[in-house]
């Protein structure tokens, strides 16, 4: 199917199981310890050996030798794998480094060797037997340093620049200025279930249970590295602990259990411990941001430019911070330029809303310094500049563009109206109270994407599709499409996901899986209507799926008729590609409002009350919406005030490589959260009239903590996280 024009009205419309806040069906399987994650298909792969992986000591140079006999003779050890015995290997598409050094070690902790034995203690104890001798170089871990050595990415899907008129005129001829730099750090995923996989071979054909997002691409670029057809390759994850971008690809843990399988001639299991997470994996990127902002007195903006640089491996891709940039404000005059300069630290890749959300930390501090500059309320500020068209392209309207009501719906409810505009004045007791306020936006793109729907004898009907369900429930959201499209209970509807045996779907990554996904669904269910109509007698057009039957006018029938003969099966997969995707700008809006508390004597910050209003298409299931969104608040808490990976810049890697020193927020740092969802239908987005909503929950939230910090404190912090470090020497003298 292809979706070329606006949705029309179609059986989604009735709102029977779609829109309403359901229970997540794949709950009680978590909640039990009955869904299998990577590391647990006991039953579907018994046997297996366990591995252990050999992280790189150095961050750049040679393996100038490597001794594996020590470790091949300790007892239960059944294989090491090194590159010298994998065979030959190539690389996957979306990889930057190797992921099996040998000989050149390109980032630190990058892996290896692999030990294979039969108890996970036999194998780590084997591990520390592999001598490794190393030929050091020296290597760029700075990105401060080598900013002046960035350059202009290439391969990126967005220019690296842009230009709409004169900006270096505008901004020098407008009345009022800003002209800041901003820091964001590098930060790490840290999600709870580490990568983790087991892998068996049957004949030349390999399985692999893994922890990844993106069933195809892991399956491509995993015979890609093992030099086999794709057709050898088969990858299941039909359950995901937690992901947030850094399983979007192929990663070290899933080759190795493939190679360590092969070699032991045994199924084996690979989990990656958090230190390797941390530094063999991927991360965020820090970035140094300039933002440059001109207005006429009347707040209205004439220029506006964003520059931003962050570092990656030779070849990594860039953080695109500027996106937002290009498309929140109005403003004649503007630029965006993107440089990447290169590093020997891990891999810098996609970390939940990459590009906007470390750009809205940046963009949201500047748009408050501006309002001040212009003594004029941060809201109103906004307000006034909003736009109906792409700034850059006025012919290309946003398909739907609900910012505005955003932000004044947010005002309200949360009280904005008696804030204090000047920083500093409100106490309670050692406490300084602050209020801030950020705009959220996050693009929403479509994928395409498949999937096969089954109405068996019995009349249940069965969902297949490579989508993967990384906590943000999917399983639930394709049911409800099903049940909604053929008039099915929820409980007759099995939903089987995350394996490359089933239609490639759009996976889970960039705000783009729900609404793309059940979209593939939608139109499987679109050919399983006509299938069922045809064997009924009646015309698909006229019928209505309810309740189990098929009516038409005062007649109905059984839906598990349809199928007495023999099982129906229909298969589609949606494509935007060359549509109205490419027409309009498919985009979320929001406003996030944040109350903090900072104690006058210590810096420290408490933030106590937490506001979103998302504007994000239909929502096809509030209370799953709803979590999301307070997910990435609560993420957003941790930018603005803890998370931060510490470079060693003499020895180039992460030194805060574990849950115990990479900060992240706990319950007793989370306040009350409330968010709003309006009330839309985009019809220019999907037959689901949908938008993504993940990640919009988290752009924006840093930046709303930070200007809330400087309400209660007159302290302007431009560099993440806002450490009381950064706060203490400036306070305001306690009372």
């Given at each position: ?413 949360f009280g904005w109206a008696k804030r204090n505009a000047k920083p500093g004045q409100v106490r309670e007791g050692r406490w300084l109270i602050g209020h801030g306020v950020a705009s959220a936006f996050r693009n929403s793109p479509v994928m395409k994407s498949g999937a096969r729907v089954k109405l068996g004898t019995d009349g249940r009907v069965t969902v297949e599709t490579d989508m993967t369900d990384i906590g943000t429930g999917s399983y639930t959201i394709i049911a409800q499409t099903t049940a909604e499209m053929l008039g099915v209970p929820l409980d007759r509807i099995d939903v089987r996901l995350g394996d490359s045996d089933f239609p490639a779907s759009a996976g889970s990554g960039g705000q783009w899986g729900a609404n793309s996904s059940t979209s593939g669904v939608y139109a499987a269910c679109v050919k399983l209507r006509e299938q069922i109509a045809a064997k009924l007698g009646v015309k698909e057009a006229d019928a209505e799926f309810v309740d189990g039957t098929v009516r038409v006018g005062g007649n109905s029938q059984p839906l598990a008729k349809a199928a007495a003969g023999g099982e129906l099966v229909g298969e589609d997969t949606i494509e935007f590609s060359g549509g109205l995707d490419k027409k309009n700008q498919l985009s979320t809006f929001g406003a996030h409002f944040v109350e903090v508390a900072v104690d006058s004597v210590t810096g ?132």
């Amino acid at each position: 199917m292809k979706f070329l024009t606006p949705a029309t009205t179609n059986p989604i419309d009735r709102m029977r199981y779609v829109g309403q806040p359901t229970n997540r069906i794949d709950g009680k399987f978590k909640t039990t310890g009955t869904a299998p994650y990577a590391y647990e298909h006991h039953k579907e792969v018994p046997n297996a050996a366990q591995g252990f992986v050999v992280g790189a000591g150095i961050a750049k140079g040679r393996i100038a030798s490597i001794d594996i006999e020590a470790a091949r003779r300790a007892p239960g050890v059944l294989a090491v794998v090194t590159a010298e015995n994998a065979g030959k290997l190539g690389k996957g598409d979306m990889n930057t480094a190797h992921l099996l050094a040998g000989p050149n070690i390109q980032h630190y902790h990058q892996a290896v060797a692999l030990v294979v034995a039969e108890t996970f203690e036999q194998a780590r104890a084997a591990a520390h037997l592999v001598k490794v001798n190393y030929t050091a170089q020296k290597g760029r871990f700075d990105l401060e340093a080598e900013k002046g050595n960035a350059v202009k990415p290439t391969g990126e899907q967005d220019p690296p620049d842009t230009k709409t008129g004169n900006f270096a005129r505008g901004f020098e001829t407008s009345p009022v200025k800003l002209d800041a730099t901003y820091h964001t750090p590098d930060q790490s995923h840290a999600m709870m279930e580490p990568h983790a996989s087991t892998a068996f071979w049957e004949g030349d054909k390999v399985t692999v249970y893994t922890s990844n997002q993106m069933i195809a691409w892991c399956r491509s670029d995993l015979a890609k590295t093992l030099a086999i057809p794709k057709e050898k390759v088969r990858v299941v994850s039909p359950y995901v602990g937690g992901g947030f971008g850094s399983k979007l690809f192929l990663r070290a843990d899933a080759l190795l259990a493939a190679l360590g399988a092969r070699a032991a001639k045994r199924p084996v299991k690979v989990s990656l411990h958090r230190h390797l997470i941390f530094n063999n994996t991927t991360h965020r990127p820090a970035t140094i941001q300039r933002i440059r902002i001109g207005a006429g007195r009347d707040g209205r903006i004439m220029a506006i430019g964003h520059e931003t640089w962050n570092g990656n491996l030779p070849k990594g891709s860039a953080e695109t911070a500027t996106g937002q940039t290009r498309l929140l404000y109005a403003g004649a005059d503007r630029m965006t330029t993107t440089r990447v300069a290169e590093l020997d630290l891990p891999e810098g890749n996609a970390m939940r809303a990459p590009g906007e959300a470390p750009g809205m930390m940046a963009l949201e501090i500047a748009m408050d310094e501006m309002a001040e500059k212009l003594n004029m309320d941060p809201v109103q500020f906004r307000i006034l500049n909003d736009t109906k068209v792409d700034p850059e392209k006025p012919i290309r309207k946003f398909s739907e563009r609900r910012y505005i009501e955003c932000m004044r719906m947010g005002a309200d409810k949360f009280g904005w109206a008696k804030r204090n505009a000047k920083p500093g004045q409100v106490r309670e007791g050692r406490w300084l109270i602050g209020h801030g306020v950020a705009s959220a936006f996050r693009n929403s793109p479509v994928m395409k994407s498949g999937a096969r729907v089954k109405l068996g004898t019995d009349g249940r009907v069965t969902v297949e599709t490579d989508m993967t369900d990384i906590g943000t429930g999917s399983y639930t959201i394709i049911a409800q499409t099903t049940a909604e499209m053929l008039g099915v209970p929820l409980d007759r509807i099995d939903v089987r996901l995350g394996d490359s045996d089933f239609p490639a779907s759009a996976g889970s990554g960039g705000q783009w899986g729900a609404n793309s996904s059940t979209s593939g669904v939608y139109a499987a269910c679109v050919k399983l209507r006509e299938q069922i109509a045809a064997k009924l007698g009646v015309k698909e057009a006229d019928a209505e799926f309810v309740d189990g039957t098929v009516r038409v006018g005062g007649n109905s029938q059984p839906l598990a008729k349809a199928a007495a003969g023999g099982e129906l099966v229909g298969e589609d997969t949606i494509e935007f590609s060359g549509g109205l995707d490419k027409k309009n700008q498919l985009s979320t809006f929001g406003a996030h409002f944040v109350e903090v508390a900072v104690d006058s004597v210590t810096g420290e910050t408490r933030v106590r009350r937490m506001l979103a209003v998302c504007a994000a298409g239909r929502i096809l299931n509030p209370m799953q919406a709803r979590s999301q969104v307070i997910g990435g608040m609560t993420m957003g808490i941790g930018g603005a005030l803890m998370e931060h990976l510490v470079v060693d810049k003499r020895l180039g890697f992460f030194a805060n490589h574990d849950m115990a020193t990479y900060e992240v927020p706990v319950h007793a740092d989370v306040p009350h959260q409330e968010v709003i969802f309006l009330k839309e239908e985009d019809e220019i987005a999907s037959p689901m009239k949908a938008k993504g909503i993940g990640e919009l929950g988290l752009c924006g939230v840093a930046a709303a903590v930070a200007n809330a910090i400087y309400n209660a404190t007159g302290v302007r912090v431009r560099e993440y996280p806002i450490t009381l470090d950064k706060l203490i020497e400036k306070m305001p003298l306690s009372v």
